[in-house]
């Protein structure tokens, strides 16, 4: 199956720096999406994002399709932003439907 | 607007005992509904999507079963907990065909095995 691969695991900011979180993905795809899951677990939809370029406020994401990769930037960070972030795919393979999840970056901003 | 509930929010119980954990949805008919489970606070697995009342299909062979008895309500449930059973329970639903369906979660059930 497809593999997806998200880097940093980890990463401190102090708030109000930027960041750019990097998802890498084996094979072609028809779906992807960003996630934040906050404190409490809740998951967050962030982006749906197979091609192109989006942006909602301090966040933005960028994924290049035909380079396998996806980013996603956040901007003068805040506390609140603190949690786990998800990259997840869904291959383009006939019968492809699954959403195949990263294992996430861990991102905690002090104030 | 669409809302997703789930409950209980968390649940602690014996092994052996059995399971049942609700998902329902609002706002919106005919959705494709998904059960996850996230273990050790990281990487979700998909173990049952539901096309339809009735429609189950199954990604991993475990100890759970999930059924849909209606459009909007989505159960999952266990005849006797293993330990490995202990986990986050994230319910979701989406829109679309199922490869690029856009899925939104719900808030999760946190189960504790003991």
């Known amino acids: 199956g497809i593999q997806v691969e998200q880097s940093p695991p980890d990463l401190i900011l102090q708030e109000g720096a930027n960041s750019t979180l990097r998802c890498n993905f084996s094979?072609?795809?028809?779906?992807l999406q960003w996630f934040h899951q906050n404190p409490w677990g809740q998951l967050i939809n962030l982006f749906y994002?197979?091609?192109g370029t989006k942006q909602n406020g301090r966040l933005s994401a960028t994924t290049v399709a035909t380079e396998r990769y996806s980013l996603l930037y956040i901007s003068s960070s805040q506390t609140t932003d603190s949690g786990v972030y998800f990259c997840?795919?869904?291959?383009?393979?006939?019968?492809?439907?699954?959403?195949?999840f990263g294992k996430g970056t861990k991102l905690s901003v002090i104030p | 607007s669409q809302t997703i509930h789930q409950w209980p929010a968390t649940l602690v119980q014996p092994v052996g005992s059995p399971l049942s954990l609700e998902c329902t949805v609002e706002?919106?008919?005919?959705?494709?509904l998904y059960w996850y489970r996230q273990a050790a606070g990281r990487g979700l697995q998909l173990l049952f999507y539901s096309v339809g009342i009735g429609q189950i299909s199954s990604e991993v062979p475990q100890n759970l079963s999930a059924s849909r008895p209606q459009d909007r309500q989505f159960i999952l449930s266990s005849k006797k907990l293993l330990l490995s059973d202990s986990g986050f329970y994230l319910c979701a639903w989406g829109r679309g065909p199922l490869s690029t369906d856009t899925q939104y979660f719900g808030p999760g059930t946190r189960l504790t095995v003991l």
């Open positions: 706002g919106t008919s005919n959705p494709n």
């Open positions: 094979d072609s795809v028809n779906n």
């Open positions: 994002i197979p091609s």
């Open positions: 997840a795919v869904v291959g383009s393979g006939a019968g492809s439907y699954q959403l195949t």
